[in-house]
Every structure is written in C-alpha cells, then in structure tokens.
C-alpha cells in the first residue's frame, strides 16, 4: 500500500505552513467531521493546531463548521484569530461564490493566503477546510483547487465508502494530481448505520489499486458526529481508535 507521512522530510512539500487541506469528493460527505476528528486528535497529542473554514456558507440556522470544530477540540480562540480561521461567512446555504456575490461582495484568494500565513505564525499546524467539493467555484474565476495551490498543503481527501464512491473518488484524484497537489490520503466517512458490507470493503480496495492512494481508515457512523456540539471526550471508542490510527498513519 503507498504511504505518505507529514514529517520534517516533507518541509518542501508543505511549503511556509504544516497542515493539511481536507475536501471532499462532494457537499455533506464527512469533511467537518474529519476536520474537528483530526484538531481534537492532535490537541490531545499536544499538538497546538488550528481548524480553518476559508469560505463558509449556510450559517444561518446551523452551527458554524468552524464551531463544530472548535467545540470538538474543546477549543477558545480570540476574536481576532476566529476571524482569521472563517475569513469569508454568508447566510445562505450555496456555492460560496454565489453566497459572496448575494451579500454583494467577492472571495478573494489572496485574503485567505494572508489570513492563513497569520495563523501559521501562531499555531503548530493548520487544518484547512473546503467547501463542497474540488471544483466548487470561489468567485468567477477561481475555484477551491485554486485555494489549494496556494496555501500549497498536502490533500486528505474524505469519500463516502458505500455505491458511487469509485467514480467520484478516482475523479477527484485524477483532478488534484493533475494541478501537481501531493494527496496525503482517502478517509471514508460513514453516514448511515449499519456494519460495513463486501461492497465498501471492495471500494477500498479497488481505489487504492486505480488510484495508487491509501485509503487511511473509515470513521465508522456515530450519531453524535451529527450533533451540533460535539466533545471528542464523549465519543465511543471505535470513533476515537479509528481517528488516531489516521493520525498515526498521516505521522503528524
């Protein structure tokens, strides 16, 4: 199985900033999950890490991504860093560039770049997250694979293990190698009930053939990943072994 580890050795590839980019191979696919997993994983650790939400929509009547985050890791921020890791938030529950251009403004990549460079400065390690999937558009010109090359951090891709995860994963890698990104790993995030079956077991295996990627866990389903305030002390015990085998295997 190929393997990849965020080491000392991979300063080149990480650039000015230690961390990883979560995305997704689409919308509601388990990537906030996955993020506030891995920041609450690494503070136990000792690790000082920070979440990152670039561009976040559908905050009206939802807990913020970045929240949920920040309430896994039993985390406080001040103000100036909060707003440094969710630059850009908008109401409305859509592709971040038509939430931007509703609230009569525009998402700008180089504002992102400054704001993560800001939080590099005070934290060990970023933990960036997208919005919808790869191709999801930023504003009119630039698209969230853009974001990606210039924060320049290695990739974790989440999937969804069941029916249909093949084509959509396999498309997302092929997209990210072909703009040169390094991709530290797949995770699949479970969303429904239930032991997993011959079919997830065989995705697995066949993206990590075809794609040349490991698939680094499966974070099997658990309600209170679904709750809007979530205490990583709280959670069962697969949850938590399943994300620290992750950890292990990213060797942050």
Same mark, same amino acid.
């Given at each position: 199985? $190929?393997? =990849?580890?965020?080491?000392?050795?991979?300063?080149?590839?990480?650039?000015?900033?230690?961390?990883?980019?979560?995305?997704?191979?689409?919308? /509601?696919?388990?990537? &906030?999950? *996955?993020?506030?997993?891995?920041? @609450?994983?690494?503070?136990?650790?000792?690790?000082?890490?920070?979440?990152?939400?670039?561009? !976040?929509?559908?905050?009206?009547?939802? %807990? $913020?991504?970045?929240?949920?985050?920040?309430?896994?890791?039993?985390?406080?921020?001040?103000?100036?860093?909060?707003?440094?890791?969710? $630059?850009?938030? =908008?109401?409305?529950?859509?592709?971040?560039?038509?939430?931007?251009?509703?609230?009569?403004?525009?998402?700008?990549?180089?504002?992102?770049?400054?704001?993560?460079?800001? *939080? @590099?400065?005070?934290? +060990?390690?970023?933990?960036?997250?997208?919005?919808?999937?790869? #191709?999801? $558009? #930023?504003?009119?010109?630039?698209?969230?694979?853009?974001?990606? !090359?210039?924060?320049?951090?290695?990739?974790?891709?989440?999937?969804?293990?069941?029916?249909?995860?093949?084509?959509?994963? *396999?498309?997302?890698?092929?997209?990210?190698?072909? /703009?040169?990104?390094?991709?530290?790993?797949?995770? =699949? %995030?479970?969303?429904?009930?239930? +032991?997993?079956?011959?079919?997830?077991?065989?995705?697995?295996?066949?993206?990590?053939? =075809?794609?040349?990627?490991?698939?680094?866990? &499966?974070?099997?389903?658990?309600? !209170?990943?679904?709750?809007?305030?979530?205490?990583?002390? /709280?959670?069962?015990?697969?949850? %938590?072994? +399943?994300?620290?085998?992750?950890?292990? !295997?990213?060797?942050?």
């Amino acid at each position: 199985m $190929p393997t =990849f580890c965020l080491t000392a050795n991979h300063a080149s590839v990480r650039g000015i900033m230690n961390g990883l980019f979560v995305t997704g191979t689409d919308t /509601d696919i388990g990537k &906030t999950a *996955l993020s506030a997993l891995l920041l @609450a994983e690494l503070h136990r650790r000792g690790t000082d890490a920070a979440p990152m939400k670039p561009a !976040q929509t559908g905050c009206v009547g939802n %807990v $913020p991504d970045l929240d949920y985050s920040l309430s896994m890791a039993q985390m406080e921020v001040t103000e100036e860093n909060y707003v440094n890791m969710a $630059p850009y938030t =908008f109401e409305p529950a859509c592709s971040p560039h038509l939430a931007a251009e509703m609230a009569g403004t525009e998402i700008e990549l180089a504002e992102i770049v400054i704001a993560a460079r800001t *939080l @590099a400065s005070e934290y +060990e390690f970023i933990i960036a997250e997208g919005a919808g999937g790869i #191709l999801v $558009p #930023l504003n009119h010109r630039e698209t969230m694979l853009d974001l990606m !090359q210039a924060l320049k951090l290695p990739i974790l891709l989440a999937a969804r293990p069941g029916l249909g995860t093949i084509n959509h994963t *396999l498309l997302s890698i092929r997209a990210l190698r072909s /703009d040169g990104l390094n991709i530290a790993g797949i995770v =699949f %995030v479970a969303s429904k009930p239930g +032991e997993p079956s011959f079919i997830e077991e065989d995705n697995g295996n066949t993206i990590e053939h =075809f794609g040349n990627i490991p698939i680094l866990g &499966t974070i099997p389903y658990c309600a !209170q990943l679904a709750e809007p305030n979530p205490n990583y002390n /709280d959670l069962p015990i697969p949850v %938590v072994a +399943e994300i620290e085998k992750i950890v292990n !295997q990213l060797g942050v």
